[in-house]
């Protein structure tokens, strides 16, 4: 599938799966998943990515989590 036909809600669960849990701590993995499925599959899950969104969605997971977004 390509970058633009995937949705948020398609792309998040394989960024999670593929580069986050692989790279990451559990706890670290445990605190992506829930920002994911609370707060951007929520309000953004049927937004299409385009390239720029594929690399700019995990980057923005990245600080609500720093910033202790609630869980």
Same mark, same amino acid.
């Given at each position: 599938?390509?970058?633009?036909?995937?949705?948020?809600?398609?792309?998040?669960?394989?960024?999670?799966?593929?580069?986050?849990?692989?790279?990451? =701590?559990?706890?670290?993995?445990?605190?992506?998943?829930?920002?994911?499925?609370?707060?951007?599959?929520?309000?953004?899950? =049927?937004?299409?990515?385009?390239?720029?969104?594929?690399?700019?969605?995990?980057?923005?997971?990245?600080?609500?989590?720093?910033?202790?977004?609630?869980?």
């Amino acid at each position: 599938m390509s970058a633009g036909s995937w949705t948020v809600e398609q792309y998040l669960p394989h960024w999670l799966d593929h580069v986050v849990r692989p790279e990451r =701590k559990p706890r670290t993995a445990q605190g992506h998943e829930g920002v994911v499925r609370l707060y951007l599959v929520p309000e953004l899950g =049927k937004k299409r990515l385009g390239k720029p969104a594929v690399r700019v969605v995990p980057r923005n997971v990245a600080k609500l989590v720093k910033v202790g977004a609630p869980k």
